[in-house]
T-cell receptor
Framework: GENVEQHPSTLSVQEGDSAVIKCTYS??????FPWYKQELGKRPQLIID?????GEKKDQRIAVTLNKTAKHFSLHITETQPEDSAVYFCAASTESGGSQGNLIFGKGTKLSVKP | KAGVTQTPRYLIKTRGQQVTLSCSPI?????VSWYQQTPGQGLQFLFE???????NKGNFPGRFSGRQFSNSRSEMNVSTLELGDSALYLCASSPRTSGGAFFGQGTRLTVV
């Protein structure tokens, strides 16, 4: 089955710096790669996603890149702010016929942005 | 639109009991999935329902089961509770066409 590895497990940056979180997956059939942000005591929130027919996607300060050949994808956050502090999870799944499939999550990265 | 709603928010049960958790998806979403979140294991997939049919199942024992109703609402049941079942149980719903799973607030289950 699918396995998703996520690095680093913790990341500390200064406000205004960039943060990069990397994930690798094992199943070449995976075609959907979302990223979630989870603040303490709250639900995971979808912040950006990418499908296997796209190499990069941006949304304001957040971008995700996908390398299908190497089976890895990354989250890039620019101009970090204290409110970006949270645990970030990557995930992979195989979408088909309207089904989201089963999301396989990485172990998470705790991002701390120091003011 | 209202978000994904899970009830109850908190539960305390004793070992050996059973529990039923409920999830109401976002209106129009037909895919509902359940996940278990623990500090040690992270987020683990339990099962997915789509149009009242179980489409996928994670690697959990048969004590964990679920179902989906015709209005897309879903329930999951855990029988013969064990201490290790203490976790946050999250439900997520997904629209048919655009993907993306949207999570509810979760049910915090404590088994004592």
């Amino acid at each position: 089955g699918e396995n998703v590895e996520q690095h680093p497990s913790t990341l500390s940056v200064q406000e205004g710096d960039s943060a990069v979180i990397k994930c690798t997956y094992s199943d070449s059939a995976s075609n959907y790669f979302p990223w979630y942000k989870q603040e303490l005591g709250k639900r995971p929130q979808l912040i950006i996603d990418i499908r296997s027919n796209v190499g990069e996607k941006k949304d304001q300060r957040i971008a995700v890149t996908l390398n299908k050949t190497a089976k890895h994808f990354s989250l890039h956050i620019t101009e970090t702010q204290p409110e970006d502090s949270a645990v970030y999870f990557c995930a992979a799944s195989t979408e088909s016929g309207g089904s989201q499939g089963n999301l396989i999550f990485g172990k998470g990265t705790k991002l701390s942005v120091k003011p | 639109k209202a978000g994904v709603t899970q009830t109850p928010r908190y539960l305390i049960k004793t070992r050996g009991q059973q529990v039923t958790l409920s999830c109401s998806p976002i209106s129009g979403h037909r895919s509902v999935s359940w996940y278990q979140q623990t500090p040690g294991q992270g987020l683990q997939f339990l099962f997915e329902y789509f149009s009242e049919t179980q489409r996928n199942k994670g690697n959990f024992p048969g004590r964990f089961s679920g179902r989906q109703f015709s209005n897309s609402r879903s329930e999951m049941n855990v029988s013969t509770l064990e201490l290790g079942d203490s976790a946050l149980y999250l439900c997520a719903s997904s629209p048919r066409t655009s993907g993306g799973a949207f999570f509810g607030q979760g049910t915090r289950l404590t088994v004592v």
